[in-house]
């Protein structure tokens, strides 16, 4: 009987040894996927400086609890940006300003909406050369907004989104011309 009580104790404290280091890898993987996401964002908004004015660009990384991850200063422009993470590369489909929901594929039902959207979309910004721009990362499968009850475009850098533009990071990153095209409206 004591033998069976030992084995059962051992037995239990090894499983709660290994849901501890599963917990442990979990969260450090996600800090290193978070931390890799703003450094190659980062780096994506670095390489869009354009090399004969770089004295007229500055990227401030934002850390306080602003609705918004960087000020990326252009000499025409200061983009609020916020990083959207959307690690699945999931269909994004803006429904109003303020709720942008996440799905698996056209047919998915499902509520799920991408977190603290709605913060940068309702920031008052008194900067008269504020533009506010989300980047997605990495991708989307497709970015949609609808225009009415029952129809839907397709979001285009260029595409105004309630005031602000979506790039997905992915997109930017190939083809850095496309901040061209935000930067020109």
């Known amino acids: 009987m004591d033998r069976v009580i030992i084995i ?3 037995s239990f404290a090894v499983i709660i040894f290994l849901v501890t280091v599963l917990i442990i890898t979990y ?10 996401m703003y450094a190659d964002c980062e780096k994506v908004l670095e390489s869009l400086i354009k090399p004969s004015r770089a ?3 500055k990227i401030e990384r934002i850390t306080s609890k602003e609705p918004y991850d960087y000020i990326f200063k252009t000499p ?3 983009y609020y940006v916020q990083i959207v993470p959307n690690f699945g590369a999931y269909e994004i489909c803006i429904n109003n300003s303020v709720k942008w929901q996440i799905r ?5 039902n499902s509520m799920n909406f ?6 940068l ?5 008194e900067d008269p050369k504020a533009k ?3 980047l997605i990362y990495p991708t989307a499968t497709s970015l949609l907004k609808y225009i009415n009850e029952c129809e839907m475009i397709f979001v285009r850098p260029e595409t105004d989104v309630y005031g602000a533009n979506v790039i997905p990071y992915v997109a930017l990153k190939e083809k850095p011309e496309l901040f061209d095209k935000i930067n020109e409206i």
């Open 132 to 134: 506010k721009l989300y």
């Open 121 to 125: 979309m309702r920031l008052d910004i």
């Open 104 to 108: 698996k594929s056209f047919n998915d």
């Open 55 to 57: 004295d007229e660009y």
């Open 76 to 78: 025409k422009y200061n």
């Open 8 to 10: 059962i104790i051992i």
């Open 114 to 119: 991408v977190p603290y959207v709605d913060k």
């Open 27 to 36: 969260n450090i993987f996600k800090s290193w996927r978070n931390s890799k």
